[in-house]
């Protein structure tokens, strides 16, 4: 099992950034993603950033140059700087983490944290 438990949500108004932390113990395997996600009220969740174990990273296109995702190998822990935030940003993000292994792959989630951009 690994858990993740993340932090720095927040309110903050059109143009400010946030920073968003989660770090993740346990089990944790030497090959894995980890990323950020989001859900806005009566939407799906959706793909935010990841990164992979190697560096890969992968942005969706409507946050790609306002955000940045970084992580620590060492200390187990990926970061989500929010710059130029729109009110459209806001949302619950949640950590997320994919493992792999010979016998297939597990994906974690975090409890959670709101983000709310004032207009």
């Known amino acids: 099992q690994v858990q993740l438990v993340e932090s720095g949500g927040g309110l903050v108004e059109t143009g400010g950034s946030l920073r968003l932390s989660c770090a993740a113990s346990g089990s944790i395997s030497s090959i894995n993603t980890m990323g950020w996600y989001r859900q806005a009220p009566g939407k799906q969740r959706e793909l935010v950033a990841t990164?992979?174990?190697?560096?890969?990273?992968n942005y969706a296109d409507s946050v790609r140059g306002r955000f940045t995702i970084s992580r620590s190998n060492a200390k187990n822990t990926v970061a989500l700087q929010m710059n130029s935030l729109k009110p459209e940003d806001t949302a619950v993000y949640y950590c997320a983490t994919t493992h792999y292994s010979s016998s297939g792959s597990n994906t974690y989630w975090g409890q959670g944290t709101r983000v709310t951009v004032s207009s």
């Open positions: 990164v992979l174990t190697g560096g890969s990273l």
